[in-house]
């Protein structure tokens, strides 16, 4: 059965990878981006770009936004920069999109966050990364507590290697993982109602994706 998918982040360089998967398996595809000078490279993916600040949005506008869709897939990121601007993002955006699916009755959540990301991350408070792993952390936590049936996805560092269909979801360090494979274990959480529930944390390995989700 298809499903209409909004993808929060739509421009970046996952999300761009997650779309034709989705599509080709017959999904609908709503993309989210803030810049309109990418609403072409969203639409040449075959999703529909909509433009749409979520830093400036409220939890109505988002769930504006949200309604009308079977699932909601976070997928944006500040980008570095500024901590102010990370902890508005990752942090504060990301969980009004939380309430905001709630609250447009659209239960299906998958959060697209990274290895590490704990309320024990131990990055140092003078390390530029503290603010991203801080904000991380509180929005996946928030995300763990809610009623939604929440997946969070916790890959390692990311390269542009090619696809393989393979990855390791027992790993205990992080290592690293190809920007193709993470857009395939998101479609892949989708249409696998057993990753409800659950952290996954994930490297390249030689496991096929969908085994490796079941596990």
Not at 10 to 31: E, Q
Not at 91 to 115: E, H, K, N, Q
Not at 133 to 141: I, Y
Not at 174 to 194: F, P, Q
Request: zero cysteines; hydrophobic letters at 45%.
């Amino acid at each position: 059965m298809s499903s209409r998918i909004l993808v929060i982040g739509g421009h970046g360089k996952i999300a761009l990878l997650l779309a034709p998967l989705l599509i080709t398996r017959g999904d609908t595809v709503t993309a989210v981006i803030r810049n309109p000078d990418h609403e072409a490279d969203v639409t040449a993916t075959g999703a529909q770009a909509v433009v749409a600040d979520v830093e400036a949005l409220d939890e109505a506008g988002l769930t504006d936004l949200i309604a009308g869709h079977d699932a909601v897939v976070w997928s944006a990121g500040a980008g570095g920069g500024s901590p102010a601007r990370t902890y508005a993002v990752d942090r504060d955006a990301a969980i009004r999109s939380m309430d905001a699916a709630l609250a447009a009755g659209v239960p299906r959540y998958v959060m697209v966050s990274y290895f590490g990301s704990a309320p024990d991350h131990g990055v140092p408070e003078e390390s530029s990364f503290f603010a991203y792993a801080e904000a991380k952390a509180a929005a996946d936590e928030h995300l763990r507590a809610s009623a939604l049936r929440w997946t969070v996805l916790g890959p390692s560092t990311l390269t542009f290697d090619p696809p393989s269909g393979r990855i390791d979801a027992e790993a205990m360090e992080s290592g690293s993982v190809s920007r193709a494979d993470v857009a395939a274990v998101v479609a892949a959480s989708l249409a696998d109602d057993s990753t409800v529930g659950r952290t996954i944390r994930f490297n390249a390995g030689e496991t096929l994706i969908a085994e490796a989700l079941r596990a």
